[in-house]
């Protein structure tokens, strides 16, 4: 009697082994373990226009078959989310942004943008608002600065557009470089944008022309930048070259240039033009400080003269209005 209650229990206990194998083999979908519960890491944020941040889903119960989220927003003009989480502030203005899981579980941030900064920024030079241009020539420096009209103290990023002017990190403008350009009426042109930004995005900006008009002077006369000059045998005669300044022209210091002679009929001390007492023809260059390439200054016919005085073609007034 004892062993057939034995076998009978054994029996029991294989068939019941067997039948929840088979309950765990046949598990359909539908019995897997679905979420219960999302939160986000933040349920209210208030950002910036164009600021980012990322929000984080948390899903209950942690062995849930299924963690994806679908973002979205409820005003993409306001704020837009990505399929990662990370929010952008577009413009003022408030919007939810939601995350819903496979099962339609949502959680919900609110996000308030404000609104942008709206303050007006100014370049100035020696406290004055600078105009749309300021002009200068190789060696000048200017010393800009930045102003806002809400009061406040902002730090300013400062850059320029190209080589011929450059600004450094504190608004020190230096017209000292550039690129020699083949401009007619020009020895020397180019012009840069500097402009000084904030960080919130507000700034302004002007152009730094670096110019040399086509007026120079050779002794006590005027002549043209490419034209053909003479001087006498063994005469000499200072060489000065004239800027334009917006206003006026204005005469360049001799440490902003250089002048070479192609040839020993003309030797060049300074800025100043000596012939060595042989007839015939040099010319004459001009290497702007910062430069890598020389321009013309002028054609030199070294001639027989009783006097010591030079005589140049004399000027006229080419330069194009500005």
């Not at 002679?261 to 007839?279: D, R």
Request: with cysteine; glycine share 8%.
């Amino acid at each position: 009697m004892m062993k057939t209650l034995h076998t009978i229990c054994r029996a029991a206990a294989v068939v019941a082994a067997l039948c929840l194998a088979w309950s765990c083999s046949n598990k359909s979908a539908g019995d897997e373990i679905l979420p219960k519960s999302i939160t986000l890491s933040e349920v209210e944020l208030a950002l910036q226009p164009g600021q980012t941040t990322r929000l984080t889903a948390h899903i209950l119960p942690s062995t849930a078959a299924d963690k994806t989220v679908k973002w979205s927003s409820t005003n993409t003009s306001r704020v837009t989310v990505d399929a990662e989480g990370r929010v952008t502030a577009v413009s003022q203005g408030t919007a939810y942004v939601l995350a819903e899981t496979v099962n339609a579980l949502k959680a919900s941030c609110l996000v308030s943008v404000a609104a942008g900064a709206s303050y007006k920024v100014a370049i100035t030079f020696g406290g004055e608002v600078v105009p749309e241009q300021l002009y200068g020539w190789p060696g000048k420096q200017m010393q800009l600065a930045a102003v806002s009209n809400d009061g406040m103290s902002h730090p300013y990023q400062w850059s320029a557009s190209a080589a011929s002017a450059t600004v450094s990190e504190t608004g020190l403008l230096n017209f000292a470089l550039g690129t020699p350009a083949g401009a007619e009426n020009y020895a020397w042109y180019g012009e840069s944008i500097i402009r000084a930004v904030t960080p919130d995005g507000c700034g302004a900006s002007v152009t730094a022309v670096s110019a040399v008009s086509n007026r120079f002077s050779l002794g006590s006369a005027q002549a043209t930048v490419g034209g053909t000059v003479a001087l006498a045998q063994g005469a000499s005669a200072q060489v000065t070259l004239y800027a334009f300044d917006g206003a006026a022209s204005v005469a360049l210091p001799a440490t902003a240039y250089t002048l070479r002679s192609n040839n020993a009929i003309l030797q060049v001390n300074g800025s100043t033009l000596v012939s060595t007492g042989a007839e015939g023809t040099a010319v004459v260059s001009i290497l702007f400080a910062g430069e890598d390439n020389e321009t013309v200054l002028c054609t030199v016919n070294v001639q027989k003269s009783s006097s010591s005085t030079s005589s140049v073609e004399l000027w006229q007034e080419t330069v194009p209005v500005w």
